[in-house]
Nanobody, 115 residues
């Protein structure tokens, strides 16, 4: 069982930056593929970025070059650095931990990009 707690969301102006953090507890963090998803009002939840246990990353086309996922296994934490934010990045961002067919989710953190 894994518990995930996100933080770092908030209100930011277009072009600004935010860094999200997700702290995991309850299991061995390093064995999980970790990712960030987001869900905007009226839309389905979508993948933003993911990092495997081996450090391989994958990003949604819409965030490539602007967002960076990283993880610190010693701190049981995964990060999402978001730069050059756009209004269309506004959503609830969820942390995800996955091992085989089992998924764990955090409670989500709101990111609002608006002037």
């Amino acid at each position: 069982q894994v518990q995930l707690v996100e933080s770092g969301g908030g209100l930011v102006q277009p072009g600004g930056s935010l860094k999200l953090s997700c702290v995991a507890s309850g299991s061995i963090f390093s064995i999980y593929t970790m990712g960030w998803y987001r869900q905007a009002p009226g839309k389905q939840r979508e993948l933003v970025a993911v990092m495997t246990t081996g450090g391989i990353t994958n990003y949604a086309d819409s965030v490539k070059g602007r967002f960076t996922i990283s993880r610190d296994n010693a701190k049981n934490t995964v990060y999402l650095q978001m730069n050059s934010l756009k209004p269309e990045d506004t959503a609830v961002y969820y942390c995800n931990g996955k091992r085989f067919a089992v998924n764990y989710w955090g409670q989500g953190t709101q990111v609002t990009v608006s002037s």
